[in-house]
């Protein structure tokens, strides 16, 4: 059966068993594009840092063709309706563990650590309905392109807390102890191992006494090349699949940017899995964290698939 004889509805149940409705993927349609077009505008070189920092280290073209985040916040959101990158709608159990979190103070203080788009926010935002309290929001990221598709978002559903600042949040002075919840997404594979153990104690630093962490965390291997042809591969076949069903005005012009684009990523991506278990506990317990969730789940995974991640809630 072509993609053309397949309902929207029909698709989301086989590609993504059902984790978006259908009115949250037509708002992922309508972002992708903006975003795409925005991510060249606001993604910007850096000093340190940032998701271009391994390709610039890495890869063989990077002298020749200087690397910007564009590659990654300008693409997140096509690979996002193709179901071929880590999302929270992902996880089962953020809207509870959020909701119990949120629900232990009058007013809760959210920081969001980190963000490729939106969806962390869609995913705090939709558990704060569902737990039916006020929050104030934070959200910092080292790059202005997610700030703009959370600052969409939020436009869009009438979220009127949301603050946000473009900082590294390694060496950013954040204040202490001003938050009772800190929640990002798979932002420890971002990081390289070096790094893990300083993001996991600022968490810690900034959290008031009896405030919540909640987070996942992908276990894996390194990205090999095999890999990530295979990813690039995936992805051709998959756009030129649904892509016609995704977007009203798709055309063979479209089709190629959008692959080109998939591809770039696929050569540039780079994530910094958790080894095992253990790896985990440690950084935790020698941040000075203890664990009220630490589960292991099933997930569709990027380049291996499936893989399998931890689901996070320390305090």
């Not at 869609?122 to 997610?146: F, K, R």
């Not at 998959?238 to 080109?260: C, D, H, K, M, V």
Request: proline share 5%.
């Amino acid at each position: 059966m072509s993609a053309t004889q397949v309902s929207q509805q029909e698709y989301l149940e086989d590609l993504f068993q059902g984790i978006y409705t259908e009115d949250e993927f037509t708002e992922l349609v309508e972002s992708s594009l903006h975003m795409n077009a925005l991510a060249g505008d606001y993604c910007k070189p850096k000093d340190t840092g940032g998701m271009e920092e391994w390709a610039i280290k890495n890869h063989p073209n990077a002298v020749q063709n200087p690397v910007y985040c564009d590659w990654y916040h300008g693409t997140w959101q096509i690979l996002r309706l193709l179901n071929m990158v880590a999302v929270p709608k992902w996880y089962p159990f953020y809207r509870d563990t959020l909701a119990d979190a949120l629900t232990r103070v009058k007013r809760p203080n959210v920081f969001i650590s980190a963000a490729a788009d939106y969806g962390m926010l869609c995913t705090l935002h939709q558990a704060i309905e569902y737990a039916g309290v006020e929050a104030d929001i934070t959200l910092i990221d080292i790059c202005q392109s997610p700030l703009q598709s959370s600052e969409w978002y939020a436009a869009r559903n009438g979220v009127s807390s949301l603050n946000t600042k473009a900082d590294n949040l390694l060496s950013s002075r954040i204040p202490e102890n001003g938050y009772d919840l800190v929640v990002t997404d798979e932002f420890l594979t971002v990081l390289k191992d070096p790094d893990k153990p300083t993001i996991v104690k600022q968490w810690r630093r900034i959290l008031k006494p009896g405030g919540f962490l909640v987070t996942t965390a992908m276990l894996g291997k390194p990205t090999t090349m095999e890999l990530r042809e295979n990813y690039a591969a995936k992805s051709r076949e998959r756009l030129r699949q649904y892509g016609p069903q995704f977007f009203p005005n798709y055309s063979t012009e479209l089709e190629e940017r959008l692959i080109a684009n998939c591809e770039r990523f696929a050569s540039f991506h780079t994530r910094h899995m958790l080894r095992d278990v253990e790896q985990i506990r440690g950084l935790f317990t020698d941040a000075g964290f203890k664990f009220q969730v630490l589960s292991e789940v099933e997930t569709p995974g990027e380049c291996v698939n499936p893989t399998y991640s931890y689901q996070i809630a320390a305090y």
